[in-house]
Structure formats: C-alpha cells, structure tokens
C-alpha cells in the first residue's frame, strides 16, 4: 500500500543547477500538490493539478515548473537552483469527491 | 482570503495533561478545516476534519477539536498527554472541493511532552 511516493528522499545542489523531483501516487487520485515547508512557515502551495494535462500556479510557484503527463505522476522542477529554495518538498494528492490529502515522505533539497 | 493562524509555536506539556492547540480562521466561503500531524522526518498525516457536519470533530489518538463559527476557531484537544504525541500539528483551511481541495496551512505548533 505505496500511497504518495516521492523521490529523491535527499538531494544536494550547487546554485544554478536543474532537478526534477518526482511524485507518484497509486490511489487514482485526481488531483495533486506540491508544497515547500519552511520553518515558522507552515507548509505554501507552489503548483498544483486538477488533472492529467493540466496545471496551475499556487501560492509561491516562482522558480519552479510542473508537469503531469501521466494521472498517477507530478513532477516539480527546478531549472536554476537557487539557495532560497533549500526547504523541505511534498507532494500531496486528493479523490476528486473527497476532501482529504495524502502526503509523500518528503524531499529536503539543500541548495548551496 | 483564506488564512489559518496558529496560536503559540511551541506547546509544552507534562505527560497525562490536557494538550490544547489553539488555531483561528479566516474564510470567506463555509470552510472545511483540518488537523494535521507530523512527526519527526515524515509527511503529514490526517488527524481530523471538519465538514460541515458535527461541530466537534472526534479524530484518531483521542484527539478532538471544536468548530466554533461565532469565534472562528477550531482548538485541538487531548484529555491526556502522552509522550509519543510529541510532534508538529498543523492546521490548515480549504475551500473544499470549489476550490480544488487546496489547503491553507497555519506556521503549525511543536508540541513537546515531558514526563
């Protein structure tokens, strides 16, 4: 019973670097998230998809890209890491009907 | 707008007492408000919800929180601390599914437990 899967779990990047990080969810869920978690911060929005094909800023998208070519995969990318953006990644997703989420694990990215 | 407060970062308690987490909301819509947890180096997991349906939301762990609209709040309780309920909780804000489900976050509150 996988749920939200998110890799890598650890990354290190140097300022300017690309990565991609990948969210992959096996309950057939429509919709899907991704947050950064900065201390005192609580967890922001970055992007998020209301379905295969479809994408929309949330609340902090600056700096990132998303695509979800696929329903049960999400992925968010960095084209030039930058040090404002070490925090802590997670990828959530929710049924269309339902109002909960399901969170991956995490990613902490270190950009330096 | 929506947005979710969090009164207080850091929560101690002494094991067996009462643990109150203070949380206040803005919304314009009814909201759908939730609780969180997450302990250390993991994601977030589901405590509670609140739907529109009973205002006094029983969650797992013997947590419950209050929904009371005139005070725009929806404190997290627990009759009795115990030390593995140590952990971040976050209370977060939706619009429901007109909105797509997003939620707001509060900053969350550590709640540490002491013998």
């Given at each position: 019973?996988?749920?939200?899967?998110q890799?890598p779990?650890?990354?290190?990047?140097k300022t300017?670097?690309?990565?991609t990080?990948?969210c992959?969810?096996?309950m057939?869920?429509?919709?899907?998230?991704?947050?950064?978690?900065?201390?005192?911060?609580?967890?922001?929005l970055?992007?998020?998809s209301?379905?295969e094909?479809?994408?929309?800023?949330?609340e902090?998208p600056?700096?990132y890209?998303?695509?979800r070519?696929k329903?049960?995969?999400?992925?968010?990318?960095?084209?030039?890491?930058?040090?404002?953006q070490t925090s802590?990644?997670?990828?959530?997703?929710t049924?269309?009907a339902?109002?909960i989420?399901?969170?991956?694990?995490?990613?902490?990215l270190?950009?330096? | 707008?929506?947005s979710v407060t969090q009164?207080?970062?850091h929560?101690?308690?002494?094991?067996?007492?009462l643990?109150l987490?203070?949380?206040?909301?803005s919304?314009?819509?009814?909201?759908?408000l939730?609780?969180?947890?997450?302990?250390?180096?993991?994601?977030?997991?589901?405590l509670l919800k609140?739907?529109?349906?009973a205002?006094?939301?029983?969650?797992?762990?013997?947590?419950?929180?209050?929904?009371?609209?005139?005070?725009?709040?929806?404190h997290?309780t627990?009759?009795?601390?115990?030390?593995?309920d140590a952990?971040?909780?976050?209370c977060?804000v939706s619009?429901?599914?007109g909105?797509?489900?997003?939620?707001i976050?509060?900053?969350?509150t550590?709640l540490?437990?002491?013998?």
């Amino acid at each position: 019973n996988a749920g939200v899967t998110q890799t890598p779990k650890f990354r290190v990047l140097k300022t300017g670097q690309s990565m991609t990080l990948l969210c992959a969810q096996d309950m057939n869920h429509e919709y899907m998230y991704w947050y950064r978690q900065d201390p005192g911060m609580g967890l922001r929005l970055i992007h998020y998809s209301v379905g295969e094909g479809t994408t929309a800023k949330g609340e902090v998208p600056d700096g990132y890209n998303v695509s979800r070519l696929k329903k049960q995969n999400f992925l968010l990318g960095l084209e030039s890491a930058a040090p404002s953006q070490t925090s802590v990644y997670f990828c959530a997703s929710t049924a269309l009907a339902k109002n909960i989420q399901y969170f991956g694990a995490g990613t902490r990215l270190s950009v330096l | 707008a929506q947005s979710v407060t969090q009164l207080g970062s850091h929560v101690s308690v002494s094991e067996g007492a009462l643990v109150l987490l203070r949380c206040n909301y803005s919304s314009s819509v009814p909201p759908y408000l939730f609780w969180y947890v997450q302990y250390p180096n993991q994601g977030l997991q589901l405590l509670l919800k609140y739907t529109s349906a009973a205002t006094l939301v029983k969650g797992i762990n013997d947590f419950e929180a209050e929904f009371k609209k005139s005070e725009t709040s929806f404190h997290l309780t627990k009759p009795s601390a115990h030390m593995s309920d140590a952990a971040e909780y976050f209370c977060a804000v939706s619009d429901g599914t007109g909105g797509y489900n997003k939620l707001i976050f509060g900053a969350g509150t550590r709640l540490a437990v002491h013998p």
